[in-house]
T-cell receptor, first 112, second 114 residues
Framework: AQSVSQHNHHVILSEAASLELGCNYS??????LFWYVQYPGQHLQLLLK??????LVKGIKGFEAEFIKSKFSFNLRKPSVQWSDTAEYFC??????????FGDGTTLTVKP | DGGITQSPKYLFRKEGQNVTLSCEQN?????MYWYRQDPGQGLRLIYY???????QKGDIAEGYSVSREKKESFPLTVTSAQKNPTAFYLC?????????????FGNGTRLTVT
């Protein structure tokens, strides 16, 4: 069975600081990788996804993530965070069985 | 305006009662999912359905039941057998169950059982 591990439960940054959220997964087969974001009071939405090709993928609002197959990792990055990036971030893997498995989530608080 | 509608937003029940959470989508998506979200535990898959009249257990299906009689509807029943039913429940859908289809989420139903 697949599993997803997010390294940080709560991250606090000041505006303009750089962000990296760790995500590792465990699965022996082919996966697609996703980052979802839940802004306060809003529903979960897709931030970015990796399917194939270039392991560095870009998403909305300046976020990017790098898939490193040898490390089973899909870390999320942003060079300079804004107060509006305060949200909960979830890493997820999807397998051929159609199941999406999520990590426990990381709450990001950006101080103005 | 397409989307996923979960109702009600808040639901209160007495222990021992079954309760059904509604999920409707007008996105014409084939696959639908139910997740449970608890603080610090992320989202855990309860049930999912890839086509009408078919569904599979997820990781925490005990105490729950579902039906998929129509493409647009995937109701979840929380039965009295569910030991810890108080939680935030999220319904999601995707165009197909294929690998690259992301999930689209509803706004959730917060169930409180006392």
């Amino acid at each position: 069975a697949q599993s997803v591990s997010q390294h940080n439960h709560h991250v606090i940054l000041s505006e303009a600081a750089s962000l990296e959220l760790g995500c590792n997964y465990s699965y022996g087969g082919t996966v697609n990788l996703f980052w979802y974001v839940q802004y306060p009071g809003q529903h979960l939405q897709l931030l970015l996804k990796y399917f194939s090709g270039d392991p560095l993928v870009k998403g909305i609002k300046g976020f990017e993530a790098e898939f490193i197959k040898s490390k089973f990792s899909f870390n999320l990055r942003k060079p300079s965070v804004q107060w509006s990036d305060t949200a909960e971030y979830f890493c997820a893997v999807k397998t051929n069985a159609g199941k999406s498995t999520f990590g426990d989530g990381t709450t990001l608080t950006v101080k103005p | 305006d397409g989307g996923i509608t979960q109702s009600p937003k808040y639901l209160f029940r007495k222990e021992g009662q079954n309760v059904t959470l509604s999920c409707e989508q007008n996105l014409n998506h084939d696959a639908m999912y139910w997740y449970r979200q608890d603080p610090g535990q992320g989202l855990r898959l309860i049930y999912y359905s890839q086509i009408v009249n078919d569904f599979q257990k997820g990781d925490i299906a005990e105490g729950y039941s579902v039906s998929r009689e129509k493409k647009e509807s995937f109701p979840l029943t929380v039965t009295s057998a569910q030991k810890n039913p108080t939680a935030f429940y999220l319904c999601a859908s995707s165009p197909f169950s294929t690998l690259d289809s992301p999930l689209h989420f509803g706004n959730g139903t917060r169930l409180t059982v006392t």
